[in-house]
């Protein structure tokens, strides 16, 4: 790929921005046996990295630069292999809610679970895989040099009529705009150490401004009408779908009789969750987690029975299958993590 380089602006003082915060950090000097807790430590606010015993043994070679201002986050790391994990009971605990987009310059995306619906993310190499960070995900990682930005969510909402959906999919590289899209993040990457605050962020906003519209491209919105209708129609469905959570016979038959909308349509905009159906199911499971967290004096049970769940049983088994923990696990682990995030 023919690498660009940044463009930088004329000096002007008046717009000149200032970085929120640079940093750089390394295991590399810590003893063998330090080096995956402190990595762990390092970006622990944002994912966690269960240690294995061979890490823990053999030691943990890690490195992150990291430069953010005005909302936009821009990392270049280098790692060993290694899981990643955001669990249902980090999601339902912190408000960690921005949208994560990783260009893998060295290694691949490893093997990405843990999410309630079906993706084509195992072994991507040559792509750039986008995670909600309002949804868990697991991922098992080889060693790696990756690239990642972390763009707010209003962005990304802004320019994706159904923006949850790009959770775990890759934007594929064998189009002009997924190469663009990878050359001008190759390209931060390499020059953002020696660009001030304004002209970094104008160069990661435009990059954020590029993969909505690669992913745009992916879920085959063509003109701006389409796009804002389609915007619009999934729009009033997350809200009908959220307002009648609790609705026993909230299914996707009454959502489409309800909103007077046409069943194949609504159905192939809802392909990327598994369906509508399978959506609302894991909506319910979502809200059930968080609920879980904020009235933890309220009995299993009855935040089954609250949320259209015919039983305690049929409620544990679905959120095991989405979550890999039971929900009285889960409550337990986001308790003990309230109590981390409180000490620190």
């Excluded at 679970?113 to 995900?137: C, E, L, V, W, Y």
């Excluded at 970094?200 to 519209?213: N, T």
């Excluded at 923990?325 to 993590?337: C, E, G, N, Q």
Aim: aromatic share 8%; with cysteine.
């Amino acid at each position: 790929m023919t690498q660009t380089s940044i463009a930088r602006r004329p000096v002007d003082e008046d717009t000149q921005l200032a970085y929120t915060a640079t940093s750089s950090f390394s295991t590399r000097a810590l003893s063998t046996d330090a080096q995956v807790l402190a990595w762990r430590q390092r970006v622990g606010h944002v994912v966690d990295v269960p240690p294995s015993s061979t890490q823990l043994t053999d030691g943990f070679g890690a490195n992150i630069d990291l430069y953010a201002v005005d909302g936009m986050v821009f990392t270049d790391c280098r790692t060993d292999s290694m899981v990643l994990e955001r669990s249902v009971a980090r999601v339902s605990t912190d408000m960690r809610r921005d949208y994560a987009f990783h260009l893998f310059l060295e290694g691949s995306t490893g093997n990405v679970t843990g999410m309630s619906h079906k993706r084509s993310t195992a072994n991507q190499s040559k792509s750039i895989i986008a995670f909600d960070m309002s949804q868990p995900f697991r991922v098992d990682r080889p060693a790696c040099r990756v690239l990642t930005l972390f763009v707010p969510r209003a962005i990304v909402d802004a320019g994706l009529p159904d923006s949850e959906s790009i959770h775990g999919r890759a934007l594929p590289m064998d189009t002009p705009l997924g190469r663009l899209v990878w050359d001008h993040m190759a390209a931060i990457g390499n020059e953002i150490s020696g660009l001030d605050a304004t002209d970094a962020f104008d160069a990661l906003r435009a990059s954020a401004e590029l993969l909505v519209a690669g992913f745009r491209k992916t879920s085959h919105l063509a003109g701006d009408h389409r796009a804002a209708v389609q915007t619009a129609v999934i729009g009033q469905v997350r809200r009908f779908v959220e307002a009648n959570l609790h609705q026993s016979d909230l299914t996707p038959t009454y959502v489409v009789h309800a909103l007077q909308l046409k069943r194949a349509t609504i159905y192939r905009w809802f392909e990327y969750e598994g369906g509508l159906g399978t959506y609302i199911r894991y909506r319910r499971l979502r809200t059930a987690a968080d609920e879980l967290v904020r009235f933890t004096h309220l009995p299993v049970v009855e935040i089954a029975y609250g949320l259209g769940f015919k039983s305690a049983s049929d409620f544990t088994r679905a959120f095991r299958r989405a979550f890999s923990m039971s929900p009285k696990d889960m409550r337990a682990r986001a308790i003990a993590l309230q109590q981390t995030l409180a000490a620190h």
